[in-house]
């Protein structure tokens, strides 16, 4: 296999792994952001607060805690998940999931009352009204799964951890380009830090336009 | 005929009451204003009759019948209430514009004439493929304007409605108003802008920390802001007196000297002479225990009546031949150590003085205060 045969290998599954995990974290923490950005209970403020501040958790720390479930002896151990693939997605959609959540939640409670308010006073009923902050939270959730894919896509730590950066099987954009400039290939891990950072613009421009797309369609 | 009723209602955000046992009704087709100063509670009851805020006590009645969860919406298709601050929807002009109508299942030919028609009167037809959040704040306001009319409430509220606006914009608001009158559109405005509002009321009433303090009926007449104010003039220093103009510049304003009192006049700038109203904003006035030096041209010297403590700031009553109320912070209040008594000055420039001709706003007619 060409050098250059392998950076589009592992872009690709880079690109796969990180794009379900962001997928699989989105479909579970976007629905929680909006219900915890609609809800008027007590206990909203400490649930988004908690998911605030697992969005900074370490990576190795998230690794590490993963690797003692995934091994042989760990609770997860008969599953024979480490090293795999699939746990390099788990591990990045917990990774991402608080980020989905918070961005969420924090978007509709700003927009909340007041939406919620302007669209009841213009005659929607309250199923309207919830539709209409969910709408308006539209840029929210897609800064949501922007962030969070950019997460995913970027780290390193669950990467190594779970994954073991194993040839053909788990080696992705950041793990190469680790290996490779321990190895002294500071070239190769420039060149692969560039179509890191590639991806990550151009996957945010697509959002955006398929932003701006998804408005037009829900005002038809 | 009241459309909304008020009875004893109360309203509490926390340990805070917005709102306490307010009783008051909205009578169909009428102009009523709603006067007082920020935070009296002027929002949270325009909210009340909208049905977007269940009052802590009391009951609200629609039509004469108490207004449940199940009628809450059919209180909500017949209010409509504009915001102080503009909100908006991120799309379009027209998509915001049509909302409301399509809320109400109208044909989208219906709706295009509906929209097109009030964006004409608030002037934004040009603008209706722009984006909303794109427009200035004076648009948006405009545009807020635009989507409650076009759903053509039995009540329109309107919160402070030329905030955000120019004087064309503010003149703009006041012309739609007055074209709503006789058109059975019941109009609630909200203000503490009190010499800033203009339309031509039915009633007037004031709200003071959460409490109605007055009311005042124009009995078939109507009066404007001017007139309202009187509900409410000990508190924004308004005193009828005589203005004399001063020899000088020859375009106006002229600087003149207003006696006020038979031992108090004052410098102000004014266009004409003769019977006039004066008001000195409470905020405008500066208070002293020594005299001071500063291009003010009014410094009297008086004596305190009264200290009245709102959270961090206090209403100073200063006896000075008439009462001036000033506001000022419970900071300065304890450094200059200003109680009941103590001797001090009160200084504004002459430009802070609103000087009114004492004819306008007094039509009202047979006025009756109710407080």
Redesign the interface.
Known sequence: MTVEEEIVEITLRSLAVSGLATLLAAAAGIPLGLFLGLARSRGRDMLTGVFRGLMSMPTVALGLVLYVIFSRSGPLGVFRLLYTPLALVIGQALLVFPIGVSITAETCTALSS??R??????????R?ATA?VV??S??GIMLAVSASFSRAVSELGVALMVGGNLEGITRVLTTSIALETTRGEVVLGLALTVVLLSIMVVFNVVLRSAEQRI?WWL?Q | MAVIQLRSVTVHFGPTRALSDVDLEVRRGELLSVLGPNGSGKTTLLRVVAGLLQPSDGTVLLDGTPVSRDTLHGLRQRVTMVFQRPVVFGTTVFNNVAYGLRRRGLSESEVAVQVEEALRLVGLDSLSTRHARSLSGGEQKRLSLAMALVTQPELLLLDEPTAYLDAEGADMVWRLVESLRGTGTGIVVATHDLLGMTPLSDRAVFLRAGHVVSTREAHGHVMDGLAAIDVVAPERNVYHGHARLLPGSSTGPYRALVQIAPSVTIEALAHHGGEVRVSVPPEDIALSVTPVISSARNSLHGRVVGVERHGDLAVVSVDVGVVFNTLVTAESLARLDIREGTAVYVTFKASSVRVYSAGAGTGGGDMHDQS
Not at chain 1, 117 to 126: V, W
């Open positions: 007041r939406v308010e302007l669209a009841l006073t213009l005659g929607a009923d309250e309207g209409a709408r308006e539209l840029g408005r005002w």
